[in-house]
């Protein structure tokens, strides 16, 4: 049994890209249709980043689903920084002229969004196999995918990639059409969830001779920490005491003292890499969030990221629809990656300053403590660090193309 369907905008992924798309376009009047092919259990049980700037802020109200956010997130105007035992605060909001950022779990946002979308009763395909995207370089692109036994063919006039690192949209590319750049990181993030107050009410970001560390939050009763670990590093080799007394080994004694434990309820090793495909569009198929770019979590982009890659790609295709105009489309590619690679440099150079790196020697923790020191002693270094941090405005100036 086979059904053939119809949207103007078929989105691959139902994650918060994808979700976010789907929401705004809808508020645009425009259709589409979202296909993911895991379930949706499976896409809010990923633990994911919890740090969202002010435009991402924005764009949930654009899209009506900030009211849980402004009741339950946690609004940041500063965090600290520890190097050479001393905490010192990056007052974001004061340097920044106002500009705070959020602490809302990416489950949270994945929740209010599907929310939304189930109450506006609009269409999405959870647990869809084999899904693949065909003709995307000519006027009438497609999506066929397998759902609950039927064989699925959704006739579009765009198809939006929200899919993923590991995802099928950039994966269908033809590799002579694409550029890929990667880093990958000699080391990962051993990440702890737990039911325990936060250490502290904002964030701790740990340069520690014993390796980085973050002290983060999702809540005021939830705590999120992480740990650099070596890649060879097994789950099954941290246990929850490990974890802590190692956490505590990397605060400072005030931080240490204060840290309430517990047992955790997620726990997972994460590898760091910079990644950024070029470009983004490819005909009537566009990439967007994690199928196009990857960054290290230091500086907590991705999915802020993510949701400005939507903002542009909902822009274009409003102007299309509505303006019978295609400048958005053609310059979607390079206003996002305008923007991603200033995001990409500030979390590769965060990165490089925060953690250790397996060969180097004892020279580059000095270069590390000297750049803290300027950054902290210098109006313009945490100027920098600050309005990097709390995220650039969107640009909608004409791109270099």
Known sequence: MSLSLRTQVAIIG???????????LHKAGIDAVIVERVSGDYVLGRIRAGVLEQVTIDLLD???VGARMHREGLVHGGFDMLYGGQRHRIDMNALTGGKNVMVYGQTEVTHDLMDARASAGLPTY?????????EFDSAHPRVTFTHQGKAVTLNCDFIAGCDGFHGVCRASVPRKSIQEFEKVYPFGWLGLLSDTPPVHDELI???SPRGFALCSQRSKTRSRYYLQVPLTDRLQDWTDDAFWQELRLRLDAEAADQ???????????????SFVTEPMRFGRLFLAGDAAHIVPPTGAKGLNLAATDVKYLCN???????????EGIDTYSARCLRRIW????????FTSLMHRFPDDGPITAKFQEAELDYLIHSHAGSLSIAENYVGLPLDFAEPTR
């Open 205 to 207: 970001y740990v340069n």
């Open 62 to 64: 654009e899209a009506g």
């Open 14 to 24: 139902a994650g918060p890209s994808g979700l976010l798309l789907g929401q705004l």
């Open 126 to 134: 959870y647990e869809a196999a084999d899904v693949q995207v065909h």
């Open 342 to 349: 200033k995001a990409e440099r500030f979390s590769w150079w």
């Open 259 to 273: 840290l309430v434990t517990g047992p955790s309820l997620e726990k997972s090793i994460a590898p760091l890499r």
């Open 316 to 326: 274009a295709l409003v102007d299309f629809y509505q303006n019978h105009s295609e």
